[in-house]
């Protein structure tokens, strides 16, 4: 008992230490999912032992004390906090739960986004914005009126006939547009830049200067309001948030009404897939009862109530121990440090490596071997080590030197910059010549936005190379069935189904063979854009930089790395090879291609599209030729917005680009800009 006594006690100090720091001083110095791990101990321990519960325990209050410098506001109605699920058998048993307690009666769930921003409530008198205050402890906040009053999005006199007096709940967020912004300015300012997108909302909401906070650009999103009238308020949640937009209250687009289990975990996984597309974090999904009144027949517990919960998403951060560091080559030659760590689970997976970056990403975090650090892992994004955890050096640290030759084929290893001069690598200038390099190359070609060789993968490739079987890009169709019959897990049909794309590929298309090459400073719209321009690839080879760089987006970078490359004699050689192996290829011309409507058009689709996938919708736009840009500028001609859009449509907003949904995509592919 003295055992559990202590480590109760123990873990109470540790969870309201960083209570603090999270939700009063913004600066948080554990992950979020080690924190939830440790908070998990805590609350399986006063299971155990209900005596230890106490006041004073993290597990029976909400947030933290009120922060100092701000007036206090007491709550008319507590802000609870929410009982979590952490695996779809946790949700699936929170909804039978709540089925049980309504009699068996298959219930109706409002779902929403859970954003990791600061919590706050707005009290609206005669439509008018009167006061805004921070959750605080759930029942006494700070008032941060004045500084949520700069948030442009939010309305301080309300549409329509609001309700006399009106509390709205909702979360402040700072988009990712904002943050960079805010961090390029502060680079060129010589300020400190912020942490993350969650430190720069809270931080911005304590100012007491509203001018400093007006320079993040804040946002929000209501998510409930308190029943304003009996005769009047919604017994739906969803109504009551549909009602706030009436009225002006911006509320998340993607809230959802559902019923049945299998609705449930598809909006999990909907937003799982969604959430590295949205300009704003979300570390969940909230699912609530919609029925007010059945709200009010289950109630609630001290902190939570009992007809919500919170999906979380897995950890994206752990700590761990960094215990070494490879060197990789990537396919255009760029070395990149990747760390060697102690397995560790985040993100859905276990990770035993993350990458570093580059030597200055390594400088600045002033990690070594033999420190523990944080890593993060969003969706399917490469794990990376994001810094040293807190007192995590290692007490024998041993310093990260990049090696002056190339680890794979031992030439010099040169540092350079990215186009226009935007970050610092070192890459090997073996080229085709380095194995590594043209092992990652081949891995690349395959791949469906290039030579779309399907069953050929990264590991049957690795394999390949590893027997001798594959050592360049024209050797691919060079490949039998017994060659890759004769590799470990294949079989005939496997083999079959490689040899069969393999033979397809053989007929492509000037960009996809451009792009398969895998030249630095090329991707996918470089490629179609010096096709466009040259037509044929004798017309590039033959190219000076300076033709190269009449083409729009290519820089002297990009223009001096093609020139270069199609001037090797292993790219010549290659070329031939690959000519000889029946490998043909259609060229094409600014005018080829029958009629191209759009041509001239730059066109930016964002959000989530609904009637065809982004990569078909971007396929048709280019055929007509349009040209589809990720980002929007003083060029762009027009932006289809789907659900979901963010910081696009604010930019767009303030260039004058004209935005439409994407009810209009059928007439542009008839090849018609709108209006």
């Not at 001018?211 to 209501?222: E, G, I, S, T």
């Not at 897939?273 to 007010?292: F, H, N, P, T, W």
């Not at 001798?468 to 060659?483: M, Q, V």
């Amino acid at each position: 008992m003295t055992s559990a006594a202590d480590r109760h006690a123990v873990l109470v100090r540790q969870i309201n230490q960083w209570d603090i720091e999270y939700y009063v001083n913004d600066a948080p110095s554990v992950p979020d999912g080690h924190y939830d791990a440790v908070r998990a101990e805590l609350e399986a321990l006063e299971a155990a032992h209900p005596e230890l519960v106490t006041g004073a325990s993290p597990t029976q209050r909400v947030g933290a004390p009120v922060a100092s410098g701000l007036a206090p506001v007491t709550h008319t109605t507590p802000m609870l906090s929410l009982d979590n699920a952490f695996s779809d058998e946790e949700l699936l048993e929170f909804a039978r739960r709540v089925a049980g307690e309504l009699d068996g009666i298959e219930p109706e769930f409002c779902a929403e986004p859970k954003l990791d921003g600061i919590a706050c409530t707005l009290r609206y008198e005669m439509g008018v914005l009167v006061r805004a205050a921070t959750r605080g402890d759930g029942t006494t906040g700070e008032d941060i009126t004045h500084t949520v009053r700069t948030i442009r999005g939010l309305p301080t006199l309300l549409d329509g006939m609001p309700p006399a007096v009106l509390e709205v709940r909702g979360e402040v967020v700072m988009p990712h547009a904002a943050f960079s912004a805010y961090n390029a300015e502060a680079e060129r300012l010589g300020e400190k830049p912020l942490v993350n997108c969650r430190n720069g909302a809270g931080g911005a909401l304590r100012q007491l200067d509203p001018r400093q906070a007006a320079r993040r650009r804040l946002a929000f999103f209501a998510y409930g309001a308190l029943p304003w009238d009996a005769a009047d308020t919604p017994d739906s949640h969803y109504a009551v948030l549909e009602r706030l937009k009436r009225w002006g209250l911006p509320v998340d687009p993607l809230v959802r009404r559902l019923r049945g289990e299998a609705a449930l975990l598809a909006y999990y996984q909907e937003l799982s897939q969604a959430r590295d597309g949205l300009d704003y974090d979300i570390d969940g999904i909230v699912y609530k009862l919609d029925s007010r009144f059945q709200q009010e027949e289950l109630g609630t517990l001290s902190r939570a109530p009992r007809w919500a919960t919170a999906r979380k998403f897995p950890a994206e951060e752990r700590i761990t121990t960094q215990t070494g560091v490879d060197f990789q080559v990537g396919r255009t030659g760029v070395i990149t440090p990747v760390a060697r760590l102690e397995p560790v689970f985040v993100g859905g997976v276990t990770v035993s490596s993350a990458t570093l970056h580059n030597m200055d990403e390594v400088e600045r975090l002033g990690i070594m071997i033999g420190d523990q650090v944080v890593v993060k892992r969003a969706g399917d994004v490469i794990p990376k080590v994001v810094g040293l955890a807190p007192g995590g050096e290692g007490a024998q640290r041993t310093a990260i030197v990049l090696p002056e030759r190339c680890p794979a084929c031992d030439s010099p290893i040169e540092r350079d910059t990215g186009e226009s001069g935007e970050g610092v690598f070192h890459y090997c200038t073996g080229g085709l010549a380095c194995p590594a390099q043209v092992l990652a190359r081949l891995q690349h070609a395959v791949n469906r936005d290039n030579l779309d060789i399907d069953g050929i993968g990264a590991r049957l490739i690795e394999q390949l190379h590893a027997k001798g079987r594959l050592d360049s890009l024209d050797a691919l169709f060079r490949l039998s069935a017994e060659d890759i019959e004769s590799l470990p897990g294949q079989g005939e049909r496997s083999a079959a189904k490689a040899i069969a794309s393999i033979e397809r590929a053989r007929h492509t298309t000037l960009p996809r063979l451009l792009q398969s090459f895998g030249v630095r400073h090329v991707g996918r719209t470089t490629s179609k854009a010096l096709a466009r321009h040259f037509g044929s690839l004798a017309a590039i080879e033959a190219a000076s930089i300076e033709a190269l760089c009449e083409i729009e987006d290519i820089g002297p970078r990009t223009a001096s790395a093609v020139h270069d490359f199609v001037r090797s004699p292993i790219y010549r050689e290659t070329r031939d090879h690959l000519l000889a192996a029946g490998v043909h290829w259609e060229e094409v011309s600014e005018e080829a291609g029958g009629e191209r409507p759009l041509a001239g058009q730059t066109i930016v689709l964002t959000g989530s599209l609904e009637q065809m996938s982004r990569g078909e919708a971007t396929a048709a736009l280019e055929a007509l030729g349009a040209k589809v840009s990720g980002s929007v500028s003083k060029k762009t001609s027009l932006v289809v917005a789907g659900p979901g859009a963010g910081s696009k449509l604010t930019k767009a907003a303030s260039l004058g680009v004209p935005v439409v949904d994407e009810s209009a995509l059928p007439g542009l592919l008839q090849g018609s800009l709108p209006g």
